[in-house]
């Protein structure tokens, strides 16, 4: 199974930057990157470089709403940035020891017995093995520290 690692997609980035809203209907939050690497944008899956505007905001990565579709806080490039295509390794901003993935079904709730915290080497052997299930649709990764959204893994076209 050959998975890839996707940014938020560009329709969703483009209508927080145009309503400046979080998914609360809440304000997005503004700032300057204090230092190089400190703050993962979901949009391109790059670091804000230091000194540049970013977005802070609450973000519920679901079209749908049930007790499965978590909201947490996020980072976006301000202005917008350019998507990353979907690749089939991690992005390089995650440069924690472990993380959390966790299996979703196709109507956005989780799949129980899927969620772990896997060591960063291991992402992507653990996302394939989720998603090699005929019951898993996505898998979300997710800090492991603050349990914030990182970026879903798809099975790769």
Same mark, same amino acid.
């Given at each position: ?42 949009? %391109?899956?790059?670091?804000? +470089? =230091?000194?540049? #505007?970013?977005?802070? @905001? ?6 749908? !709403? ?14 917008? %940035?350019?998507?990353?295509? +979907? =690749?089939?390794? #991690?992005?390089?901003? @995650? ?6 993935? !966790? ?27 989720? @998603? ?26």
């Amino acid at each position: 199974m050959r998975v890839e690692f996707h940014g938020l997609p560009s329709p969703d980035v483009e209508a927080i930057h145009r309503s400046g809203l979080d998914s609360y209907g809440d304000p997005v939050e503004r700032h300057a990157s204090a230092e190089e690497g400190s703050m993962p944008c979901r949009h %391109c899956l790059r670091n804000v +470089p =230091a000194g540049q #505007p970013y977005l802070a @905001l609450a973000h519920r990565p679901f079209r749908t !709403r049930n007790p499965f579709t978590e909201t947490g806080p996020i980072y976006l490039c301000d202005p917008g %940035c350019t998507p990353v295509p +979907p =690749a089939s390794e #991690p992005p390089a901003f @995650l440069n924690a020891p472990q993380y959390i993935l !966790r299996g979703y079904s196709a109507d956005e709730r989780i799949v129980y017995g899927t969620g772990a915290v896997i060591p960063r080497d291991q992402l992507t052997r653990y996302a394939a093995q989720l @998603l090699d299930r005929g019951d898993i649709a996505f898998v979300d990764l997710r800090s492991a520290s603050n349990n914030c959204f990182l970026c879903r893994i798809h099975r790769a076209a």
